[in-house]
C-alpha cells in the first residue's frame, strides 16, 4: 500500500471543528515529517503531499543513484544495481523518486502519529476558539442553559461551545432552568490551565449598552450616543445619551413611546430601573439630571476636587440617596464627582431639628447609620417618615424602629 486516505482512516479528525481544512492537512504533513525524522534521521530528501480536497497522504522519497561501492548514506544515495530493478534506464547521476508505503512505519507508528496529531489539532482548536470570541467580546449571545452549579452556570451556544456565567456575573433575582434560553453579552475569554473559558456576563453595563443597541434603532445608526453606562445589578441603571441631532429626542427615543423600548429591557434586567439622561458638559446640570428623580435646590460645585454639595428639600433628601444608597452611588460613578447631599433648611421649625448622632448614647451607631442610608440624618427627618414606611426603606426591625421613634419623640416632648 503506497498511500493512505488519511480522512478515513483518522476519522475523528474528518469534520475538525473550528479548523480549515488546508491547516489542517499542514498538521498531518508535519506530524509524518516527524515520523520520517525519527525514522531516518532527516527528512530533507523526502516530500510529504496532502491532498486538501481527499485526504489523500503521499511519501516521495528522494535518492542520488551512485555506484554500487559509492553508497555512504543509505538515505541520502541508492547503488545503480538497486536503481536498474525499477527502471532500466537509470544512470550514475540522477535522482530516483521512489514512493514510501505509510504502512511501513508500523502499526505503533502510526498510532503515536493519530496521538499527536490529536494534540496538535486540540491546540489548534483552542487557539481558533480563543480568537473567534476574542473578536467578539461585547456581542450579546442566546446561549442554552446546559450545566447549572453553585457558582456558575454552564451555557451552550448554536455552535455548541461552552459558555460559563458565573454567579457574579447573574443579576441578583436570576433563576435559571436546564434547557432555558439565556441572553447575556460575552465579556471577556480567558486560558485557564490550557483550557479557553468563554465569559458571559448579565450584570456588565456592556450588557444595557448592547439591549440599547438592538431596542433603539438611532443608537446603532450612529444618531445617538450612549456616553456612559453605570449599573447596580437589579437595582438601578443610570444611561447618559447625546445626539448631534437637534431633531431627536435622545431620552425620548431611547424611552419609546409609552416607554414600549425601554419595557422590554426592564424586564429582561429583572425590573432593573433604567434613568435615561441627556448628556452635558455642564457638570452642575449633569449631577442634577443623575440624581433623578430628586428635585435639587441648589448646588455647590468644587470642580478642582471634584466634590459637589447637594441642597434638596427634606423630602427629597431620600429620593437623591436611594435605597442602601444606590441612587447618590450611580450618580457618582456617573459624573465623577463626589456628591455630598444636605437637607435645605427654610423653615423655623427645623431650628430645633437634632442630628442623629446626638442621640449616640441611646441609639446605636449601626442603628444610625441605617438612618443615614435612606438621607435621614436628623430627628425630624426620621418622625416624618410612619414606622411602615421605615420598616420598607430600612433593613431594620419593626421594635426598632419604634423604640427609636419612642426616643426621639420623647426628645421634642422635652422641649
Given at each position: 500500500?503506497?498511500?493512505?486516505?488519511?480522512?478515513?482512516?483518522?476519522?475523528?479528525?474528518?469534520?475538525?471543528?473550528?479548523?480549515?481544512?488546508?491547516?489542517?492537512?499542514?498538521?498531518?504533513?508535519?506530524?509524518?515529517?516527524?515520523?520520517?525524522?525519527?525514522?531516518?534521521?532527516?527528512?530533507?530528501?523526502?516530500?510529504v503531499i496532502v491532498n486538501d480536497k481527499t485526504g489523500d497522504l503521499e511519501i516521495f522519497r528522494r535518492r542520488e543513484i551512485?555506484?554500487?561501492?559509492?553508497?555512504?548514506?543509505?538515505?541520502?544515495?541508492?547503488?545503480?544495481s538497486e536503481a536498474l530493478k525499477i527502471e532500466p534506464d537509470y544512470s550514475v547521476g540522477e535522482e530516483?523518486?521512489?514512493?514510501?508505503?505509510?504502512?511501513?512505519?508500523?502499526?505503533?507508528?502510526?498510532?503515536?502519529?493519530k496521538q499527536t496529531l490529536a494534540a496538535r489539532l486540540g491546540d489548534l482548536k483552542k487557539n481558533e476558539l480563543l480568537k473567534k470570541y476574542a473578536e467578539r467580546v461585547g456581542e450579546?449571545?442566546?446561549?442554552?442553559?446546559?450545566?447549572?452549579?453553585?457558582?456558575?452556570?454552564?451555557?451552550?451556544?448554536?455552535?455548541?461551545?461552552?459558555?460559563?456565567?458565573?454567579?457574579?456575573?447573574?443579576?441578583?433575582?436570576?433563576?435559571?432552568?436546564?434547557?432555558?434560553m439565556v441572553r447575556a453579552v460575552l465579556k471577556k475569554?480567558?486560558?485557564?490551565?490550557?483550557?479557553?473559558?468563554?465569559?458571559?456576563?448579565?450584570?456588565?453595563?456592556?450588557?444595557?449598552?448592547k439591549l440599547l443597541e438592538l431596542e433603539v434603532p438611532e443608537i446603532l445608526d450612529g444618531l445617538i450616543t450612549i456616553k456612559k453606562v453605570v449599573r447596580e445589578p437589579g437595582e438601578r441603571a443610570k444611561v447618559a445619551v447625546e445626539s448631534f441631532d437637534d431633531r431627536i429626542d435622545p431620552v425620548g427615543a431611547c424611552v419609546g413611546m409609552k416607554g414600549s423600548r425601554i419595557h422590554s429591557i426592564v424586564r429582561e434586567l429583572k425590573n432593573e430601573n433604567i434613568d435615561i439622561i441627556n448628556y452635558t458638559t455642564n457638570p452642575s446640570l449633569l449631577i442634577?439630571?443623575?440624581?433623578?428623580?430628586?428635585?435639587?435646590?441648589?448646588?455647590?460645585?468644587?470642580?478642582?476636587?471634584?466634590?459637589?454639595?447637594?441642597?434638596?428639600?427634606?423630602?427629597?433628601?431620600?429620593?437623591?440617596?436611594?435605597?442602601k444608597g444606590v441612587n447618590i452611588k450611580l450618580a457618582q460613578e456617573l459624573t465623577g464627582y463626589t456628591i455630598d447631599v444636605y437637607?435645605?433648611?427654610?423653615?423655623?421649625?427645623?431650628?430645633?431639628?437634632?442630628?442623629?448622632?446626638?442621640?449616640?448614647?441611646?441609639?446605636?451607631?449601626w442603628i444610625?447609620?441605617?438612618?443615614?442610608?435612606?438621607?435621614?440624618?436628623?430627628?425630624?427627618?426620621?418622625?416624618?417618615?410612619?414606622?411602615?414606611?421605615?420598616?420598607?426603606?430600612?433593613?431594620?426591625?419593626?421594635?426598632?424602629i419604634v423604640e427609636v421613634h419612642s426616643i426621639l419623640n420623647a426628645e421634642f416632648e422635652d422641649e
Open positions: 500500500m503506497s498511500s493512505i486516505n488519511l480522512i478515513e482512516s483518522f476519522q475523528e479528525f474528518k469534520e475538525a471543528e473550528n479548523i480549515d481544512r488546508p491547516t489542517m492537512m499542514k498538521v498531518i504533513e508535519d506530524v509524518f515529517k516527524t515520523l520520517l525524522r525519527k525514522k531516518h534521521g532527516s527528512d530533507e530528501n523526502f516530500d551512485v555506484e554500487d561501492d559509492m553508497v555512504e548514506d543509505e538515505n541520502q544515495h541508492v547503488a545503480l530516483l523518486y521512489q514512493v514510501v508505503d505509510v504502512l511501513d512505519f508500523g502499526r505503533r507508528a502510526i498510532l503515536a502519529a450579546i449571545v442566546n446561549a442554552e442553559v446546559y450545566q447549572i452549579w453553585k457558582k456558575e452556570i454552564m451555557l451552550l451556544d448554536d455552535d455548541g461551545n461552552e459558555l460559563i456565567l458565573p454567579k457574579t456575573e447573574q443579576i441578583p433575582s436570576d433563576f435559571f432552568k436546564k434547557g432555558e475569554v480567558e486560558l485557564r490551565s490550557n483550557t479557553p473559558f468563554i465569559i458571559v456576563s448579565r450584570t456588565s453595563p456592556m450588557f444595557l449598552e442634577q439630571r443623575s440624581l433623578t428623580p430628586s428635585k435639587i435646590n441648589r448646588i455647590d460645585l468644587d470642580n478642582e476636587n471634584k466634590q459637589a454639595q447637594v441642597f434638596l428639600e427634606s423630602d427629597q433628601v431620600s429620593l437623591a440617596i436611594g435605597r437637607r435645605d433648611v427654610v423653615d423655623q421649625e427645623a431650628e430645633y431639628d437634632i442630628d442623629l448622632e446626638e442621640f449616640s448614647d441611646e441609639i446605636e451607631p444610625i447609620d441605617e438612618f443615614k442610608k435612606i438621607g435621614c440624618d436628623t430627628a425630624l427627618s426620621v418622625l416624618n417618615l410612619s414606622v411602615e414606611e421605615l420598616v420598607r426603606r430600612t433593613d431594620l426591625e419593626e421594635e426598632t
